[in-house]
């Protein structure tokens, strides 16, 4: 089976008053069709600015990203984002957020009648998929965090997309609806079937949710190490799962990774100096 996804030697800089900033270096991956990626790592080791560079929102500096075995030449319709923040338009209803790229499609030559029809059948499909018939008609300012992320995830889906890229995308929710969420998005990859890129903070969440987990350290941004998460298939994995010895495990050797990879560790022999812990626990010994 062909790959849906191939980066090579990725490599981004930026220019900033300093002078140039490596962000990303040497960056190479790919994924299967249907496979759910995680990315984890500490803070600054460029995380958002990968799935960004794979969205086509950002140019690369270095390297090559192949999508159906095509290189990336910008935003598409089969690569779709879901960030943090909703990014809903509070003038339109659940509905009309969910069908806006067809309203932009709309305005195509080649657009047809069945075209549109089989896209509105899709959003309804779709709001009770999301458990969002009830608020078919409501505005997003009157919905809860949770409800506004199954808006933007439903209305990214909409299209079809090979691709669903995941930016911290329950990174604003309290600790039940993430829950919610996660088993929401475990549904959703077995019955739609996408290919789903997910960076977090959570190791967690990356566990329960992924097929692989890749562990990014900083400075610049490059792959530390890769787990493969031998786990239930997405439909039997239940909360209990996150509580079994295999799972903390597996958890708890990706954290150290990160803080290995960090400047965690450091800090805090800095803080404990400054402090005067290390000098109390020298003296007591």
Not at 38 to 58: D, N, P, Q
Not at 84 to 103: A, H, K
Not at 139 to 166: C, D, E, F, N
Request: neutral net charge; aromatic residues 6%.
């Amino acid at each position: 089976m062909n790959d849906r996804l191939v980066v090579r030697a990725l490599g981004k800089q930026f220019t900033t008053a300093a002078g140039p900033f490596d962000a990303l270096s040497d960056i190479s991956f790919s994924v299967a069709p249907g496979e759910f990626v995680a990315f984890v790592g500490a803070s600054g080791c460029g995380k958002s600015t990968l799935l960004r560079i794979i969205a086509g929102l950002e140019p690369l500096s270095r390297g090559e990203v192949v999508v159906d075995d095509r290189p990336i030449l910008g935003p598409d319709r089969n690569r779709a984002m879901v960030f943090q923040d909703y990014s809903l338009y509070p003038w339109l209803t659940v509905i009309e957020n969910i069908r806006f790229s067809r309203r932009l499609a709309a305005n195509r030559r080649d657009t047809h009648v069945a075209d549109a029809r089989i896209a509105a059948e899709r959003s309804v499909l779709l709001l009770e998929l999301m458990g969002l018939t009830r608020v078919r008609d409501a505005y997003p300012h009157t919905l809860s965090g949770g409800m506004r992320q199954r808006v933007a995830i439903a209305r990214a889906l909409l299209a079809k997309p090979h691709i669903l890229l995941m930016d911290e995308p329950f990174g604003a929710l309290d600790a039940q609806t993430r829950e919610v969420m996660h088993d929401l998005i475990l549904h959703l990859l077995a019955l739609e079937k996408r290919t789903i890129l997910f960076v977090t903070h959570d190791v967690e969440e990356a566990v329960y949710l992924a097929d692989r987990v890749i562990v990014l350290a900083p400075g610049p941004g490059h792959i530390d190490s890769v787990w493969r998460i031998d786990l239930a298939p997405a439909l039997e994995r239940t909360q209990e799962l996150k509580r079994s010895p295999g799972f903390l495990a597996l958890e708890s050797q990706i954290l150290a990774r990160i803080r290995a990879t960090s400047r965690l560790q450091s800090d805090l022999a800095v803080l404990h100096r400054l402090t005067g812990h290390v000098d109390r626990g020298a003296a007591s010994s």
